[in-house]
Each structure stands twice: as C-alpha cells, then as structure tokens.
C-alpha cells in the first residue's frame, strides 16, 4: 500500500485494529526509514500493541505508547511523546486508535492539527464475525459514533473478517458482500481485505487489495 | 439466535449467554478485567427490554440481585476479586435466603488491589463461601470462550434448580482472549418459582424471602435442610473433564486457563514417553472427587497447576486421602506458568517415581 504520513486505525472493539496496526508498520517501515507505531488506545489494558515491542523495535520502529501500557496500573494514560505525531514532520506513523467511540476520544485532541496537515488516512476497521456488528447497519452506527468522538472523518474501510484461528478461506469470501455493502453505505473505499498469511495462498486472485498478516503471539493457546 | 458462529471475547460470551438464557436484569460496577461484561449488557439490554443498571457500587449491585431474585427473575452481577470481597456480604444474603443467582469473578492478582492480570487466587473464597454463616455456591471453571457461554447458561440453570446462587470462576485470561463461540443452545424452560414475591392476588398465602430465623431451633433446622440440599449436588452436579488419565503415572490437576497450558505440557509428556494425563475439574464446587478417588489408585504423583500459592491442592488432598504426593507448579501476581514449567515438573515428578 502507499501510505500517507499519519495512517490512522479506528473500529469496533476488538475488531483487530492492533494487529493491523503491528502488521502495517512492518510494511511502512520497508518505505520509509522513520516509521513509528503510536497506541492511543484508553481503554483497553490488555493485549496492545506493546505486546509486539521486541519485534518492532529490532527493526528500529519508534514506539509511541504510555509507560503504563500493559502494567498494572489501569489508568486511561496517553503516551506523553503523541504529539510527536503531528508535529514530527518527517516521521510517517500508524496510530492505532482505541475500539469504538470512547476510544477514539483521545483522538480529538489531535484531529484538527492531522486534517490541516491533509496528509492522512483514517482507515475503519470491520470484522463481520464480531456479535455487535454483524450486519453493515450496525457498522455504520458505529463508525458515525466514531467520527463524532474522534472529530475526524474516515477515508477508507479495511475489512479485517475473521473468527480467530479458526477462519476458513469461505469465511473471508463470505465477508465480502458485508464489507462491500459498509463500503456502498459509507461512501468509502475497501481499501484492503486482511487475512493471516496461511490463509493467503489460498484466497489471492479471488480478491482483490488483499494484505495478509502475521497474528500477535497470545498468552496461551 | 445465533447459529453461526461469532468471534468473542471470553466476558461477551458470558453477557451473551445470559441473555439467551432469559436473564434481563444486570447489575454490575466496571473493574478490569470484566468491564466488557457491563458494556455489552449496557448495549444491549435496552434494545430488548431488559434492565442494565451501573449501580453506585458492588454492594449495591449484590443486594439488587437479591431483590429482582427474590421476585423470582433470572438475574446476574459481574466482578473481579476485590468486587467479589465487596459483594461477599450479599453472598451470604442470598444462600441465607435460598435465592437463585449468577455471579461472575473473572479473577485478578491479589491480594489488596493487587493487579490487572489474570489469577486463580480466589478459589478458596469461592469454594468455601467467602461471606458469613455456613453456605456453599456453585462454583464453575470455564477453560474456553465456548465454555464461558455453556456454563453461564448451565450457571442458571443449576442455580434455580437448586435454590443456591451459581459462581462462574473464570480469569483476566479467558475473559479477554478471543475465540470463535456457536451459540447454537437447547435452552430448557425455567422452572416454576412457587416460592417467588410475586404478589399474592388475594389467592395465597404471603410468600416471604428473609435470612432472618428468630429461634435457635428454626435456624438450625434451616441449616441441616440446606444441607441436604447441598449433599444432593454433591452427589449429581460434579464434573471433571479427564484427558490420557487411565494409564497415566503423573497427573495434572488444573482448572480454567492453568488447564490449558497443562494440556500442551500433558502432550510434550507423552511425545516424549512419559505417562502424562490431566484432570480439569469443571465445577470446583461440588469438587469432582470420586475422578481423583479413581486416579489416585494408579498415579504416582499428582501435580496441581495453580495461578495461586495452592489452593486446590488441598481439594486434591482430601479427595485423594493423601495416598499418593501432591505437588503444586504455580504462578502468581498475574504470570502464567508456561507449558514448559509444567513439563518440567512433569519430568521431577517421573524421575521421583512417587517417592
């Protein structure tokens, strides 16, 4: 993909924002040699994208988190170097905005100096198989409550549909009639279909913009 | 219904679940790890008639529990360890009065306010009542995001059955983690409360709900009939999920996510010739004796894999009679032993030969 300077991921809760976020900065960092991965997110203390520190910071990608991320202080606490963001001009980052519209309140603080640059994309993030937003109605609820909070409008859709480690190659393709229809309703583009990479080979040429991933490491399997 | 299956996390299920098991009224306070318990019932519960109320604390929301039981509705709260000392009170309430209820404890570290992350630490609170007076609850160990949606519903069902209130133990783990869930129930119809303040009509008697017994003799009367009850559970609702037991020379003893990083070590075992197996006792509460009774005839060793200082072993103790050793392998603080450590106290264990 060709990114823009601040790339930023908003959706449902738990829709994957984060493993987007950690797999997007790997490619980032291929174009651009200062790339930084920013967590806004205040409201999730558990699984963030500080769990993928040692892998982004090998390859020499910033981390942009608070010093109370995955501790046990659960204190809605922003990184204190997020202003880096916008006034950092010639770093290009992917922000991974908290789940719904409480998360991405943090985001207001910095939409108007991200839509003055013009130099963005908010990309919303949907799974199909998630229980709230199942049908493309629901999704749409949502991603207004998020703009509204977050006072930045979206560019593009990224349907990230998936049950987990058990997803199917026809679970993604059953995904694509939702995701075109989020597309249709919001006016926005489907900018890319995420799998895990196993799953790749099995779907690439059947759609298109497709972008495969490697899944974050959980606690216990 | 949801016939398909959906990705969740392991507190949506729970909230899921107990809406299709005809539960409407929640009444919670948030407090990490299961403030999604709270958020999806606050989403919900509106948009299908039921009642979500963010009450002015945990013990307030124990005692509104005790309320909409007492008017014979399925009813539930949610919390984390120290929300669950909070509530103990109201615990004690309702087996004092024989209310049905679900509670939910997705543990954390303690003790105080401790930590975020997940534990097992709360497993003699919940097994041996936690609040006042003699009383057990019902106490259920889900490993799974499925499981987590099985058992809130077998939760509330064993609950009215039994007049007595129905814990779900679960952890910051299995609460957070997403898996694909099918909610695809044969939901029984609730049974009849007869008992229920639902107002006479001028056709009965009153029907009272009360903890209070103002003679000695009628108390203790109370007691020794709950009593029997409780026996009555004992005998029929235990449950344990055995896996590679019946030949097996060392055995793992685990519940919830401890269980699941013994499975992994159970198979390193085997793949590397040693009798491994595990026991995962689902409910804590009746304890699942008579499979340890069972395993204790041919084990060497007994390991217990706890996220706490060993509490279950002393169940795993008594259930055995001490006739083979019991060691713990554990984690605490909100670490989680790792399938490695387990395998690791698999293989002392082997080479001590239940010495």
């Known amino acids: 993909m060709n990114y823009k300077r601040i790339t930023l991921l908003g959706g449902h809760y738990g829709s994957g924002k984060t493993n ?84 991405a309140l943090a985001l207001g603080r910095l939409s108007g100096m991200i839509a003055e640059e013009d130099n963005y994309d908010f990309f919303m993030v949907i799974n199909k198989y998630r229980p709230l937003t199942p049908d493309p109605q629901s999704v749409m609820e949502v991603l207004e409550e998020i703009e509204e909070a977050g006072r930045l409008k979206f560019t593009g859709i990224i349907n990230n549909s998936n049950l987990g480690a058990e997803t199917t190659p026809e679970d993604v393709l059953n995904s694509m009639a939702f995701a075109e229809e989020v597309s249709r309703l919001s006016g926005l583009p489907l900018v890319l279909t995420s799998c895990e990479e196993k799953l790749y080979p099995l779907l690439e040429g059947k759609i298109e913009n497709m972008f495969p991933m490697k899944l974050q490491k959980r606690p216990v399997e | 219904m949801m016939a398909e299956k959906v990705l969740m996390k392991g507190n949506e299920a729970i909230a899921e679940a107990a809406i299709q098991a005809g539960c409407r009224h929640y009444f919670g306070y948030p407090i990490t790890p299961q403030t999604e318990i709270a958020a999806y019932m606050a989403k919900k519960m509106p948009k299908i008639g039921g009642v979500f109320l963010q009450a002015e604390s945990e013990i307030a929301a124990i005692n509104m529990v005790y309320g909409v039981s007492s008017a014979g509705k399925r009813v539930m709260t949610s919390s984390s360890s120290p929300g669950i000392s909070l509530k103990s009170e109201g615990l004690s309430y309702l087996a004092g009065a024989d209310l049905p209820a679900l509670v939910v404890n997705a543990q954390r570290g303690g003790p105080g306010l401790g930590g975020i992350q997940p534990s097992q630490s709360d497993y003699f609170q919940a097994t041996r009542g936690g609040g006042h007076g003699d009383y057990h609850m019902i106490v259920l160990a889900p490993s799974s995001v499925q499981e987590m949606a099985e058992l809130t519903i077998r939760g509330f069902e064993l609950a009215d059955k039994y007049r007595m209130t129905s814990m779900i133990l679960a952890d910051g783990t299995i609460g957070q983690m997403m898996e694909p869930v099918s909610f695809d129930f044969d ?94 006792p689902i409910t804590l509460w009746p304890f699942p004796e008579k499979v340890f009774k069972k395993a204790a005839g041919h084990a060497k060793e007994i390991i217990s894999v706890e996220l706490s200082m060993g509490q279950m072993i002393e169940d795993v103790r008594l259930a055995t009679e001490c006739k083979v050793p019991v060691s713990l392998c554990c984690r605490v603080g909100g670490m989680i032993p790792t399938p490695d450590q387990v395998y690791q106290a698999i293989v002392a264990a082997n080479e001590k030969g239940g010495k």
């Open chain 1, 20 to 103: 987007i976020a950690v797999n997007m900065a790997h490619e980032l960092k291929r174009q651009h040699s200062y790339t930084a991965v920013a967590d806004l997110d205040i409201v999730n203390p558990y699984f963030r994208t500080l769990d993928s520190r040692d892998e982004l910071e090998a390859e020499g990608i910033r981390m942009i988190v608070s010093q109370y991320a995955n501790t046990n202080l659960d204190a809605p606490a922003l990184p204190q170097d997020m202003y880096a963001i916008v006034h950092d001009k010639a770093m290009y980052s992917i922000v991974d905005v908290g789940g719904d519209d409480r998360g």
């Open chain 2, 187 to 280: 939901i029984k119809p609730q049974v009849e409360k007869p008992w229920a303040t639902t107002g006479t009509k001028m056709q009965r008697e009153h029907n009272i709900v009360n903890s209070l017994y103002l003679k000695a003799e009628q108390l203790e009367k109370i007691n020794f009939e709950r009593y029997e009850r409780y026996k009555e559970v004992q005998e029929n609702e235990a449950l344990a999920e055995e896996y590679l037991t019946e030949d097996a020379d060392i055995i793992i003893a685990a519940f919830g996510i401890a269980a699941r990083v013994s499975r992994n070590a159970v198979n390193e075992a085997r793949a590397n010739g040693i009798k491994a197996g595990l026991i995962r």
